[in-house]
């Protein structure tokens, strides 16, 4: 064998037992059992062990031989004896931990991130089973408190077009080359073969391949002892806007460490041509050094690349953000005392670099204060992190138009994540926005007073939220936490960000509504009991689709109660149901306010406030355009009042009312219904079609009969030129939804239509396109998330409420069926898209 080769393969096998030794002093003992129990769950198929697979399940990993320490090992946790037999013809070349396992990253948090690498020759039936094993494999893992992820990788993965799909885990399409390059900065080898790319010097990379080709030609090394997934000379620049979308999706729920790996991107972009990854980097350092430092460590050298970028660039303030989400990440707590085995090396490094930084004892106690984080100081971090974030995002997209590269992440997933950042960051009116994506533990407040101020007065009029109690001391020197012209949207802020509990006590002082404080207490209470914070993540299906509301939890006279100031009187059975919303000689609505707060398919938290003499109307008409026609109705509604008088009558009326018109706006097909409501002394119709529900305010019944025979006059509410016109304007009809801009493609022999509805549902038809649709979506989506025009401001680059993309398919029985596009090969290139998109005469 090359002797080069020897020397850096013996060099690689210390350096991998010290990493070993590193990575399992630092875990809990359930999480040191399984890293070291998984190969041999792996390496065997064996009934009595976890993970069993009846059929042809590939076995056996190559250069793999369970010890004495394996059996004592499977003995303790499973009291069984290890298979003796030998397996002849192991069939996984190895397995590898990547990530965080065993850098100065690694944390309480990690969890162990595993490729198994297997021959891309192995029957494809047999790869599916060897998957469902290491899923059963994830399970055992979870049931011992301890997340275990499998990745299958074949080995030339990286030499052919990527097809993964995306998952909560993996990142699909967005990353592929770059995926690669963090595999050989950080993989450990568990079992198996050694790693090939480590072990060839690193002025071949250039010609990696020729170079490796030779070796084994002139027998300097044997294929079958190593796993080579190629080399890594470049990485496309396609792939760059594709992994920040990525990056930021996974910041969602970690932002600390997302904004170092977006930031990488962005450094990355930088240097573009020439870009050098810290891969490579890792790679000289390994080679020419003989002690494993934090020039080896993978986020000590992600640290540094991004430091360097930024002092180039000169933004000391996010230069001063990533050293504290790099600080974060260690959870090594300087100030404190350790009593963590093996873990001098890291609060070494980490002395000497915050030496550097010049951080004082005070900076450092406040950061090893997180997990007591309050309100305040989370707020400053989440707008702190979120600018970062949205800056690498802002600095990408100029550089994808820059350098005119399209994004190499399929159509689809684009969408999938672009609408997952979308429910996350997008600052909406009426909104909820989540302030503490795992910044500190615990938010609840002693405290919280709701303060109105009425009209014509200093401060804008609405609602003021105040973590203190009422007095006046304490206000003066207490800032506002936020306001609203409306109170609901600050209970339901203070509730989903977890500030309010059921121990909080909430404190009131109000001008100009009918809120009492024990309604005020029984609201937030009420709030408390149906609408759950933590629900699971929105499915990849959810986010193909519009989105539509999941819980609906509606509250009347909270703010208004028009029987609030009623002297008492007799509820009688002769004023119930009928005429709460026509109450009286006066015809008086008996439902003064509405406020919805709902959870949608794409799991926003939404609030509606209806304060007015019609509340009933303009509510019903607003909450019945949020739904589309094949919408499922809400999975749960809750309904509550708080009025003085009649309020069981009012949640009976209102409720009742509300079922029978989501059932006909959801189930009104062909044809039209019309619905007419007294309130407040007028009289309104409701117009129910596929397109949408319509309101009109009705003089007498002549006016009903008007607006019927004006809309028998077209055939259709869409104006659509096209071959299944009934059809494709049923389907098309059927899927619009309200804020929502969509593109329908009807394929033909040639070519396609376009149909594209915007976001108050009206339809532009485009007619006999030719040449391919990926590329128009890829167009079409590079318009919407980057503006032609220079803005003003950050918030206005930023765009993540990308089109939504269907494919109106002709079914065997002449039907037609709507799926979401699915981007296939890329073809030539389509017009450009603005002299594409002409409207069909």
Not at 142 to 163: A, H, M, Q, T, W
Not at 427 to 455: A, M, R, Y
Not at 682 to 704: T, W
Request: charged residues 25%; glycine residues 4%.
């Amino acid at each position: 064998m090359n002797q080069e080769i020897i020397q850096l393969r013996d060099k690689s096998d210390e350096f991998s037992r010290l990493r070993v030794r590193s990575a399992l002093a630092l875990m809990r003992q359930d999480e040191a059992d399984v890293f070291q129990s998984f190969p041999l769950l792996l390496h065997f198929n064996d009934p009595a062990l976890p993970g069993y697979i009846k059929g042809d399940v590939p076995v056996g990993i190559c250069h793999f031989n369970p010890t004495k320490k394996h059996q004592n090992l499977v003995q303790k946790l499973f009291a069984i004896e290890l298979p003796e037999d030998e397996i002849e013809t192991p069939e996984i070349i190895g397995l590898y931990a990547m990530g965080s396992t065993s850098s100065i990253g690694q944390c309480s948090e990690s969890d162990f991130d595993i490729w198994i690498c297997y021959s891309h020759e192995l029957d494809p039936a047999r790869v599916e089973l060897l998957d469902k094993k290491s899923w059963e494999i994830t399970y055992w893992a979870e049931s011992l408190g301890v997340e275990l992820n499998f990745f299958l990788i074949p080995d030339n993965k990286f030499r052919v077009k990527n097809k993964a799909e995306l998952s909560n885990e993996s990142c699909g399409t967005s990353q592929h080359m770059l995926l690669l390059d963090e595999f050989y900065r950080t993989s450990l080898r568990v079992a198996g073969r050694r790693i090939l790319w480590r072990q060839i010097p690193h002025e071949h990379e250039h010609h990696y391949d020729s170079y490796v080709k030779n070796l084994c030609a002139t027998g300097q090394i044997n294929a079958d002892d190593w796993l080579d997934l190629g080399g890594l000379y470049c990485v496309p620049a396609e792939e760059l806007f594709g992994a920040t979308l990525w990056q930021l999706y996974k910041g969602i729920d970690n932002p600390y460490k997302a904004t170092l790996k977006t930031i990488l991107m962005e450094a990355y972009s930088w240097e573009y041509p020439n870009i050098e990854l810290i891969s490579t980097s890792y790679k000289k350092s390994f080679q020419e050094q003989d002690s494993y430092d934090e020039h080896l460590d993978p986020y000590c050298l992600m640290l540094s690349k991004v430091s360097d970028y930024l002092i180039s660039i000169n933004d000391l303030q996010r230069l001063e953000l990533v050293r504290v989400c790099f600080y974060f990440k260690t959870e090594e707590m300087l100030s404190k005392s350790s009593f963590k085995e093996n873990s001098a090396w890291r609060r070494t490094i980490l002395n000497k670099l915050i030496n550097q930084w010049g951080w004082t004892d005070s900076q450092i106690a406040d950061l090893d204060n997180r997990n007591n984080w309050k309100i305040r100081e989370v707020k400053q971090a989440n707008t702190l992190l979120l600018d970062a974030l949205m800056l690498s995002y802002s600095n990408l997209i100029k550089f994808a138009r820059d350098n005119n590269i399209s994004e190499s992440i399929s159509a689809e997933d684009i969408g999938i994540l672009s609408r997952k950042l979308y429910a996350a960051h997008e600052t909406l009116p009426g909104k909820v926005d989540i302030i503490n994506p795992n910044i500190s533990p615990n938010l609840v407040e002693h405290n919280l007073s709701f303060i109105q101020i009425p009209e014509h007065r200093k401060n804008k009029a609405g609602w003021y939220l105040f973590n203190s109690t009422l007095d006046s001391f304490e206000l003066a020197s207490t800032p506002c936490l936020g306001d609203s012209p409306y109170l609901s949207k600050l209970v339901a802020w203070s509730y989903v960000n977890g500030l309010y509990d059921e121990d909080t006590k909430l404190h009131l002082y109000n001008q100009g509504s009918d809120l009492v404080d024990k309604n005020l207490n029984q609201f937030a209470k009420d709030l408390y009991a149906v609408f759950p914070v933590y629900v699971p993540k929105a499915s990849d299906k959810a986010l193909s689709a519009p989105c539509a509301i999941k819980h609906l939890s509606i509250f009347l006279n909270v703010e208004k109660d028009p029987t609030r100031h009623w002297q008492d009187t007799e509820e009688s059975e002769l004023n119930q149901i009928d005429n709460v919303m026509a109450y009286g000689e006066n015809k008086e609505s008996l439902i003064g306010s509405i406020d919805f707060i709902y959870r949608n398919s794409w799991n926003e938290v939404r609030t509606l406030h209806f304060n007015s003499q019609f509340s009933v109307v303009e509510a019903l008409n607003t909450i019945l355009s949020k739904m589309h026609q094949d919408a499922s109705p809400p999975h749960q509604i809750d309904l509550f009042c708080y009025s003085r008088h009649f309020s069981e009558q009012i949640c009976q009326s209102f409720g009742s009312k509300l079922n029978e018109f989501i059932q006909l706006r959801l189930h009104t097909v062909h044809t039209r219904s019309v619905q007419t409501l007294w309130t407040g002394g007028r009289k309104f119709g409701f117009y129910f079609e596929r397109k949408g529900v319509s309101l009109q305010h009705l003089e007498s019944a002549v006016d009903i009969y008007s607006h019927i025979s004006k809309k028998k006059l077209s055939a259709s509410s869409l104006n659509l030129k096209t071959t299944h016109y009934d059809q494709t304007a049923d389907v098309i009809e059927s899927h619009i939804s309200e804020g929502l801009i969509q593109f329908f493609f009807e394929n033909y022999h040639n070519g396609f239509n376009v149909y594209i509805a915007n976001a108050d549902n009206d339809v532009e038809t485009f007619l006999n396109f030719a040449g391919s649709k990926n590329e128009f979506v890829q167009n079409v989506n590079r318009f919407y998330a980057s503006n032609s025009h220079l803005p003003d401001s950050l918030d206005e680059q930023i765009n993540f409420n990308l089109p939504q993309f269907y494919d109106i398919t002709l079914n065997e029985d002449k039907t037609l069926s709507l799926n979401p596009f699915k981007s296939s090969k890329l073809t030539a290139s389509t017009q450009d898209l603005l002299s594409a998109l002409k409207p069909s005469e």
